[in-house]
């Protein structure tokens, strides 16, 4: 069970970098009017990052209920320190934010809302990006720059 546990940052990282290239492909298809093909993208970048967060709530849940630790500690000292907390907060806050985005988002895509899902589109896109991006990010900071365990 403790290996399970400790494969699952490699996995989480593996679906947040598949959700960011799902997300830029998704992005070059529709500007190059490929409709279909950018709906199929954003709804495979969609269920990524939703088995990301399962997968997330997964481990956190079992490092702390089975294995009885708490959140894995930055390592890193000097100036990455204070780079690395500001990645992982505006990660942390942003992924937050960006969950009503994305849901309205593709529903106004997937209804053919074409005017209001360009206009949300357009802050959705770049926000989900930064957050599937820095948390691969963090996840090689944390687990292979700067290991604890």
């Given amino acids: 069970m403790k290996d399970f546990i400790f494969t699952l940052p490699h ?3 593996l679906l947040n970098g598949t959700s960011s290239l ?15 093909a950018h709906r ?3 709804m495979a ?7 990301f967060l ?8 079992l490092l702390a209920y089975y294995l009885g630790l708490g959140p894995t500690k930055f390592r ?18 942003l992924a937050i934010v960006i969950v009503p ?9 997937l209804k053919r809302q074409d005017v209001k ?16 991006v820095t948390g691969v990010i963090v996840y090689f900071m944390l687990y292979r720059i700067y290991p604890s365990r």
């Fill in 11 to 13: 996995v989480n990282a």
């Fill in 22 to 36: 799902f997300l830029i492909t998704g992005y070059i298809l529709i500007r190059r009017r490929r409709i279909n």
């Fill in 40 to 42: 199929r993208m954003m």
């Fill in 45 to 51: 970048a969609f269920v990524a990052s939703i088995i």
């Fill in 54 to 61: 399962i997968s997330y709530l997964t481990y956190h849940s």
């Fill in 76 to 93: 890193g000292e000097g100036f990455i320190r204070p780079v690395y907390f500001f990645i992982l907060i505006t990660h942390t806050i």
């Fill in 101 to 109: 985005f994305v849901i309205v988002t593709l529903r106004r895509g």
């Fill in 117 to 132: 899902h360009r206009r949300i589109g357009r802050w959705t896109f770049p926000l989900w990006l930064y957050v599937s």
